[in-house]
């Protein structure tokens, strides 16, 4: 296991249309993150799980994101009619439930909204 | 107030000199900090973590931290061009990030 991985890389749909990605976390890795980024700025929390529990959603989390980590390993974020302002950089990253947890990010998929 | 400040920059050091990054954070409860560099179209990458007040040094790097001013900062000696990148302060307690400060080093 190399490392986070996140699928797609890149995404460019429709405004109005649905889309999901990806993440996969570092095997042992109890904790998994998402993250979006627009540009110039810092990676804003979105949400976070613990096993296959979702334990903090962000308030810039609307009804039409939701996230899962059915088995406690992999994890998929779905946005529902996507807007133009959705357009970002969606990032992952993964840790374990420690003093000091340190998290290690993913590639990120980069998403374009037409 | 921001829960973690960062000057944009961009900062521009020349090759060799020491590039000094400062963030400063809101929560008074925050107990780790972290300070990660991203170059342009990639994600971040962990370079420091620091917890306790005082200086942490590993290699070229240097965290610095001080909880009782808010305050966390990176030193970079003898920068080098590859250097130059995004650098993001985060603070644990929410998961929290600073925007970045964009350091250019100069050849």
């Known amino acids: 296991d190399t490392g986070v991985s996140q699928d797609p890389r890149h995404k460019i749909t429709k405004r109005g249309q649905n889309v999901t990605f990806r993440c996969d976390p570092i095997?042992?890795?109890?904790?998994l993150y998402w993250y979006r980024q627009t540009l110039g700025q810092g990676p804003e929390f979105l949400t976070y799980f613990q096993n296959e529990a979702q334990l903090e959603k962000s308030r810039l989390l609307s009804d039409r994101f939701s996230a899962e980590r059915p088995k406690g390993s992999f994890s998929t974020l779905e946005i529902q009619r996507t807007e133009q302002g959705d357009s970002a950089m969606y990032l992952c990253?993964?840790?374990?439930?420690?003093?000091?947890?340190?998290?290690?990010f993913g590639p990120g998929t980069r998403l374009l909204v037409l | 107030q921001k829960e973690v400040e960062q000057n944009s920059g961009p900062l521009s050091v020349p090759e060799g000199a020491i590039a000094s990054l400062n963030c400063t954070y809101s929560d008074r409860v925050s107990q780790s900090f972290f300070w990660y560099r991203q170059y342009s179209g990639k994600s971040p990458e962990l370079i420091m973590s620091i917890y306790s007040n005082g200086d942490k040094e590993d290699g070229r790097f240097t965290a610095q931290l001080n909880k009782a001013s808010q305050y966390v900062s990176l030193l970079i000696r003898d920068s080098q061009p590859s250097d130059s990148a995004t650098y993001l302060c985060?603070?644990?307690?929410?998961?929290?990030f600073g925007t970045g400060t964009k350091l250019q080093v100069i050849p």
């Open positions: 095997s042992e890795h109890n904790r």
């Open positions: 990253a993964s840790s374990f439930d420690s003093i000091g947890e340190t998290q290690y």
């Open positions: 985060a603070v644990h307690q929410k998961v929290t």
